[in-house]
Structure formats: C-alpha cells, structure tokens
C-alpha cells in the first residue's frame, strides 16, 4: 500500500478521492480541515497532485512531504506545487483537526498576472519542517481572505469572479511572503549559522579539490549537506546577507583567484580549470565582471 501513487489531476477527482460533494468552482476549492477523513485505508498511500495547495492545521496530525515527515502544531502553514508527493502518515477522524486546506489548479492563474510570478512564491518547493509558523493575528488575516476567496466561488459567480478570487489569491500569497520574511528575521542567529556552514562547506569544497574534479557546486549540493531545500536556503542567505548563493559562490571563486594569480605561476587557464571552470573565457568574463579587469591585467597591476 505504501508504494502506492495516487494521481489527482483535477479539483474534481480531489474531492471524489476524499469523499465530499463535487466542487462549486472547476479550478479552486477550500476545505475545512475539520471534515477531513483519513481511514486506515489511506495511511501511507502516495499521492501526486496536479493542484497547487496551501494548508494551515491548527491541530496535531502526520503527513509526509517528500522524504520528510512532519507533525503539524498549532498554527503552521505547508505550500505545495504541482506533482510534489504527499503522504498521510496516520488516521484523521473528523473534527481532529482544525484549520484550512485551498486547492487550486494552475489553469485558474495560467493568463492571469499570478501565473506570471508564481514561481517567485519559493515557499510551494521548501520542504515541510521549513513550514511557515504563524502568529494568532497572522492566522486572522490570512483566513480572512481565503474567507473572502471562498464566499466568492460559492455566492456570486458572474463576469468579476475569476479576477477577484486570482487577485485574492495573489494577496494572501503576499502576505504569506511577508511572515516568511518576519519568520526569517526573527531567526536571525539559526540563520547565522546556516551562512557559516554555507561558507564553510564551500571552502571544503575548494579544499579538497572538488572545484577541478566536479566542476562548479549547485545550490543543491549546499541545501543537501545543510539539510535544507534548495529554495529556503537561497531565500535565507538573500534575507541574511543581501546576496544570493549564486553571488557567495561567484565572490569566493575570485578570491581564490586572486591568491592563485599573485602567488603562483600557473596559467590563466590552468587556474580556471582548478576552480571548476570548463572553458577559461567564461572564468576571465566573472573576473572581470567582479573586478574590473582580465586576470592578466590583474596578475600585472600586482
């Protein structure tokens, strides 16, 4: 049972997979978490959706995102994208739980301003223990507009619907940016420390000589040793330091190129191919990019 992958492609099949009546609105849907029922049945069953969904459970209760599993406390928000794997990792009978679950499908922002940014909402791919933690007053606001977004489909559908539940939308996902960066400041000496170990991991990289073995190190490789998804990082060392990961990487690489143009006789190419560059051009284009200069400019000025 637990290998089992169940494909929900629509708002339609979600609410058949989990017993309620068919949905008011085709795209969108919001649930009481309190009607959810989660049998034995279930309990370890995959599920792969092709919806967007953002949750928030007020009461104890498992599931399973990806490789990660999480119990939910009060108060915390989970994002998910489009065929991530989720996994209810125990029963839920109904009135257990409290809170909201809203379910969307892309088609109802694909023309819309949203669908042209969601992809900067990084939160849909962190994983689950980097979920958004709330405030009374936050729960409040946000469950004031998927109040709105709710009577919207289920009372007036007419010509301004589409427009006012998308732009609904987008604000409780402006919101929800707005606590993750709160969420982030008041975090400030974890994520210190997750700068620290950034660039302590990148100079062991270095050290070890996995730049001219393995070439250029992604954000993955960082987020993997760091236990951290790819996307909280990159949004945690932007919050933290005003640079992306992108930036701390570039930044080291010239200052390893520094020392290794003033104090050896390697070539320009040769250093290139020892900081995991493939072709020296694209090397020499950073460098300048960084200093003003070519390397060999540099390597005569000093």
């Known amino acids: 049972m637990a290998e089992e992958i169940l494909k929900i492609r629509s708002i339609s099949e979600l609410h058949l997979a989990l017993g309620f009546p068919k949905p008011t ?34 009461s104890e209760c498992g599931m399973q995102y990806g490789r990660n599993q999480y119990d939910f406390q009060e108060g ?91 732009s609904s939308l987008e604000l409780l996902l402006n919101y929800c940016s707005r606590f993750y960066e709160r969420q982030f400041n008041t975090r400030t000496n974890q994520n210190k420390y997750i700068v620290t170990r950034f660039q302590h991991i990148l100079n062991q990289y270095f050290q070890a000589g996995k730049l001219a073995e393995n070439g250029l190190p992604s954000i993955g490789y960082f987020a993997s040793e760091i236990h951290l998804s790819p996307n909280y990082l990159s949004d945690l060392l932007k919050k933290e330091t005003g640079r992306s990961a992108k930036d701390h990487i570039n930044d080291f690489l010239v200052e390893k190129a520094k020392d ?43």
């Not at 200069?293 to 000093?302: A, G, I, Y």
């Open 25 to 58: 609105h085709p795209l969108i849907s919001v649930i009481n978490a309190a009607e959810l029922n989660i049998d034995k049945e279930m309990v370890g069953i995959r599920v792969a959706m092709g919806l967007y969904y953002i949750g928030l459970k007020s």
């Open 260 to 302: 290794l143009l003033l104090n050896t006789n390697r070539s320009v190419s040769e250093i290139a191919y020892d900081l995991g560059f493939n072709y020296p051009h694209y090397f020499s284009r950073l460098f300048r990019a960084r200093t003003g200069m070519t390397p060999v400019v540099f390597r005569s000025k000093n």
């Open 76 to 166: 915390v928000m989970v994002f998910t994208a489009p065929d991530q794997v989720v996994s209810p990792t125990e029963e839920i009978a109904e009135n257990q739980v409290e809170g909201w679950m809203l379910f969307f499908h892309p088609d109802l922002i694909r023309t819309s301003s949203l669908g042209q940014i969601i992809d900067h909402f990084t939160f849909f791919s962190y994983e689950a223990h980097e979920a958004l933690h709330l405030s009374d007053q936050e729960k409040k606001t946000l469950g004031d507009i998927v109040h709105l977004i709710k009577g919207e489909y289920e009372q007036r559908i007419d010509s301004h619907s589409q427009r006012v539940i998308v």
